[in-house]
């Protein structure tokens, strides 16, 4: 017998503390590129965006109250809490599919993921919303169609399950693979839906609810899709051993190495036919995992791809592990070595990379063996650190400048990408100090090219500013020499993380606009 009481309060501490570890990291690590950039879907929402979805938007705008605090924390608010029922919906699933303890082992082998702990559950991403609904589909797609009846909960679960995956396209794309899956399953083992107009109804209220995003398509003549086209194109490309070897080893990284391996232990038992799970319920999740974390991998042979990408399908393939586990220790009620161990290497993983991001313990980059425009470049950690120190201080630099020169304008900040135009949009000009465009080609800056083209901050004869970071390093004459007359190098800033110099900002002034960007010729016939 399980004890379910004990079962229900291992669950309730499981959430807590996983409540509580992600707010702390939300509130003290500093955002993003994409975090960053994100942000912007919000400050300019739309039907939907350049690379992504608008969902990431809305979160952010619901939970910030549309910016009305707009700090790391409130930015993140979303994830954290829809992280939190993103754990209990684990737990849910495997009472579902299994039992209690399936439920309560899922939840925890869930919270031990970097992937569903971290990215999907404390940063601000599109993964954020899509795992939630995702979750929802795949409880919804089991109560229609785990069991072999089509009665009116079946029904009413297959609408809500098309809803759930609406959602989830609105989120990010790969939520169709949801789709997909639910239709092979039928195909093969419940053909009996196919009579049913309710599973055409659930299809359309999915397209229904995805159409504000091919709305937006269609007017922008589909560049959002022919985008995400362009990085899975597999032609002209031959294989690249390495693109798939950083794949394998990211998603062992983000999914935890013992999480796999009891991944692996359960697909091996079931596929010996051992019955840890009743009817076909094993089979459907599989259809709705398998496909997503298979094509992404194959991909991986020819383009550059991101382990993240597949996350989702994970969820699943955790859920038949919690099952495996449960059934191994039908006796009676403890807590698997197993699952002790996946949790010590998140713990591990999140207290090193929060150690190093903060203090820089490991020391990867240093004046002595480096140049200065290289100083950091290989230290990932300077992702979510140092942003707040260069935004400071190059805005004091630009608003010097302003000052000595007489100008009167607010001082304008040009980049050539989405990154670090978000970064520097947050870091140093959310108070109205300076304002950031880009100029360069769709395919770099993204959103913000429509971001530039609404904000309108170039006339001819002006003079501007330009950031350039020592781990990204590109002076302006290369991307803007055919714009401006002349450049001038006005000052380093330099960030120190514990005393220690780790990266370098060099701020550049652009003298004299004498070509318009080809946004602003539009606009304004020049």
């Excluded at 809305?58 to 790391?72: A, G, K, P, V």
């Amino acid at each position: 017998m399980e004890n379910k009481p004990l079962i229900r309060n291992i669950v309730y501490l499981n959430l807590a503390v996983s409540l509580i570890m992600r707010a702390i990291l939300a509130a003290t690590v500093e955002l993003g590129n994409d975090e960053a950039y994100y942000r912007m879907y919000a400050l300019y929402p739309d039907l939907s965006h350049f690379d992504h979805p608008p969902m990431v938007g809305y979160i952010i705008q619901l939970f910030s109250l549309n910016l009305l605090f707009d700090s790391e924390f409130f930015l993140r608010f979303g994830p954290v809490v829809m992280g939190t029922i993103n754990t209990w919906l684990m737990f849910v699933l495997g009472k579902k599919i299994k039992n209690e303890t399936a439920g309560l082992y899922a939840s925890l082998l869930y919270s031990s993921s970097i992937y569903f702990f971290v990215i999907a559950g404390t940063f601000i991403l599109p993964d954020t919303p899509l795992v939630l609904f995702w979750l929802l589909a795949l409880c919804f797609f089991i109560d229609a169609l785990g069991d072999n009846r089509l009665d009116k909960n079946a029904k009413k679960a297959m609408i809500y399950a098309g809803t759930a995956v609406g959602l989830g396209l609105l989120s990010k794309y790969t939520a169709a693979f949801l789709w997909l899956g639910a239709a092979e399953y039928i195909l093969i083992y419940r053909k009996d839906w196919l009579k049913e107009p309710v599973l055409y109804l659930s299809a359309a209220i999915s397209i229904v609810l995805f159409s504000p995003v091919i709305l937006w398509n269609v007017r922008q003549g589909f560049a959002g899709l022919l985008y995400h086209q362009d990085r899975v194109s597999l032609l002209s490309s031959g294989i690249k051993a390495d693109y798939i070897i950083l794949e394998l080893l990211g998603e062992i990284l983000y999914h935890n190495p013992v999480n796999l391996f009891l991944i692996v232990a359960a697909l091996t038992a079931f596929l010996r036919k051992n019955k840890f799970i009743h009817g076909h319920t094993a089979t459907l999740i599989l259809f709705q995992s398998i496909p997503i974390i298979l094509i992404f991998i194959s991909i991986s042979l020819f383009r550059r791809t991101l382990p993240h990408w597949n996350g989702p399908g994970y969820a699943g393939l955790i859920l038949l592990a919690a099952s495996f586990l449960a059934d191994r220790n039908a006796g009676a009620f403890r807590i698997p070595a197993m699952i002790k161990y996946s949790l010590t290497v998140l713990l591990f993983m999140v207290a090193v990379s929060f150690t190093q991001i903060k203090l820089g313990f490991i020391p990867l980059d240093t004046q002595e063996n480096i140049s200065p425009d290289r100083l950091g470049k290989r230290d990932l950690s300077l992702d979510l650190y140092g942003w707040k120190q260069l935004g400071e201080k190059t805005c004091s630099i630009i608003a010097g400048d302003a000052r000595a020169n007489g100008t009167k304008e607010t001082p304008v900040i040009i980049t050539y990408r989405w990154f670090p135009a978000a970064n520097l949009d947050y870091y140093a000009c959310r108070t109205g100090e300076c304002t950031v465009i880009t100029i360069g080609q769709l395919k770099d800056t993204h959103k913000f090219e429509e971001i530039s083209r609404q904000r309108n901050s170039l006339g001819m004869g002006m003079d501007v500013y330009y950031l350039t970071t020592s781990r990204d390093y590109r002076t302006p004459e290369k991307p803007y020499h055919s714009y401006f007359d002349d450049f001038e190098f006005l000052d380093t800033v330099k960030v120190y993380r514990q005393g220690r110099h780790v990266m370098n900002g060099f701020v550049y002034k652009c003298i004299h606009l004498k070509v318009m960007p080809g946004y602003l010729q539009e606009m304004t016939g020049r």
